[in-house]
Every structure is written in structure tokens, then in C-alpha cells.
T-cell receptor, first 114, second 112 residues
């Protein structure tokens, strides 16, 4: 039990579909993060929310749309994705952005774009 | 600008032997340094961190890391490797007030 739960664990979708990834943390943290992990690239930070406010958008294409309704939940809305978007999407949380405390990761959603 | 490097894509070690996974970093101020491990089909798990104080940091599963300011390194070590240590290891660094960045990862293979 990592304290950070991601659903679904696996997702296959066509390029015209719309889907959402969900992340939930039960650690009382105030910062949440989306990362993209693909086979040929280092871990890429996508978005950061601190106390429900977006503080980082790392030049992510608009076909990825994050939502953070409260400090415990984070969503990543997907639409008209491309084959190169196939990857493992990891959610993480920490006490707050910029603290010296480590991030806690979920087990990820493995996304495949057909 | 801050950066982190893991010079080895893969490290092979015989079971029972000591292991080292290398990490070097570059920051303008005082670094916060972290090691994470990733097992297949899992997220990253925190192993240990250096913030300040003793240069030798002990973490989970018998791992330790030594902060070396003059060499700007933070190598991960374990005295006796287990087959179950086989995984992908990430070093991460954060300069004060900046975002965390991760190295590209080192795959550790422990040979029975």
C-alpha cells in the first residue's frame, strides 16, 4: 500500500477517444504531481499542483488537461492523443511543493494509444 | 541550472558482493538529494535522502548513500547485494526553491 492510488492501471484508447486518469492520496499531502515515463526518455514532470493551485505546466500539449478539485485528488483528462503519448503515467504527492520531504508515487497507469 | 547524471545505464553485480550505483549532480546552492527504486509494474519508492548533516545516509532495505560535496556525488551503496535488489534506480536532486529533477535511471542486475 503506497498511499497513492491510481486508476485505471491499464488503459487502451484510440486517438479520437476521451478518457481520464485518476489519482488519489490518503497521506494528507498538499502537493500532487503528474509524470510521464516512457522507455526512451527520462522521467518527465508534466504538472504540479500545490494546495490545489497549478504551479507547473512543463510545456505539456493541450491534449492533456489536469484537474485538481482538492488536495487529495488529481485527474488527467485525455483527448485526441497521439501514438507517442503511449507511456506509463505516474502520479505523486508530497507534503508541499518545495519541501525537503520525498514524493510518494502511485503504481501508474499504463496507457496505450492505438 | 540544476542537473543530475547517472552515468551507467546498467550495473551487474554478483549476489553477495557490494554494489554501487553512481550519481553526480550540479546545483547552484545546497542540494537536496534522493534515491528511489522502481520494481517492474510499480511506481517509484523512496529509499533515502540527504538534506544536511552526516554525509553517510542510511535508508531502506540496507541501502546507504554518501554525500560528497567536493565531487558533487551521491552514490548509492549496499555491502551485500541480494537478487531481490534487481530493479531500476533513480537519483534525484532539488536545489532550494526549485523543482525536483530525476536522473535517467540505472538498471541494477544482481546475478545469482
Amino acid at each position: 500500500e503506497t498511499g497513492v492510488t491510481q486508476t485505471p492501471r491499464h488503459l487502451v484508447m484510440g486517438m479520437t477517444n476521451k478518457k481520464s486518469l485518476k489519482c488519489e492520496q490518503h497521506l494528507g499531502h498538499n502537493a500532487m504531481y503528474w509524470y510521464k515515463q516512457s522507455a526512451k526518455k527520462p522521467l518527465e514532470l508534466m504538472f504540479v499542483y500545490n494546495f490545489k493551485e497549478q504551479t507547473e505546466n512543463n510545456s505539456v500539449p493541450s491534449r492533456f488537461s489536469p484537474e485538481c478539485p482538492n488536495s487529495s485528488h488529481l485527474f488527467l483528462h485525455l483527448h485526441t492523443l497521439q501514438p507517442e503519448d503511449s507511456a506509463l503515467y505516474l502520479c505523486a504527492s508530497s507534503q508541499e511543493e518545495g519541501s525537503n520531504q520525498p514524493q510518494h508515487f502511485g503504481d501508474g497507469t499504463r496507457l496505450s494509444i492505438l | 541550472a540544476q542537473s543530475v547524471a547517472q552515468p551507467e545505464d546498467q550495473v551487474n553485480v554478483a549476489e553477495g558482493n557490494p554494489l554501487t550505483v553512481k550519481c553526480t549532480y550540479s546545483v547552484s546552492g545546497n542540494p537536496y538529494l534522493f534515491w528511489y527504486v522502481q520494481y517492474p509494474n510499480r511506481g517509484l519508492q523512496f529509499l533515502l535522502k540527504y538534506i544536511t548533516g552526516d554525509n553517510l545516509v542510511k535508508g531502506s532495505y540496507g541501502f546507504e548513500a554518501e554525500f560528497n560535496k567536493s565531487q558533487t556525488s551521491f552514490h548509492l551503496k549496499k555491502p551485500s547485494a541480494l537478487v531481490s535488489d534487481s530493479a531500476l534506480y533513480f537519483c534525484a536532486v532539488r536545489d532550494y526553491g526549485d523543482k525536483i529533477i530525476f536522473g535517467k535511471g540505472t538498471r541494477l542486475h544482481i546475478l545469482p
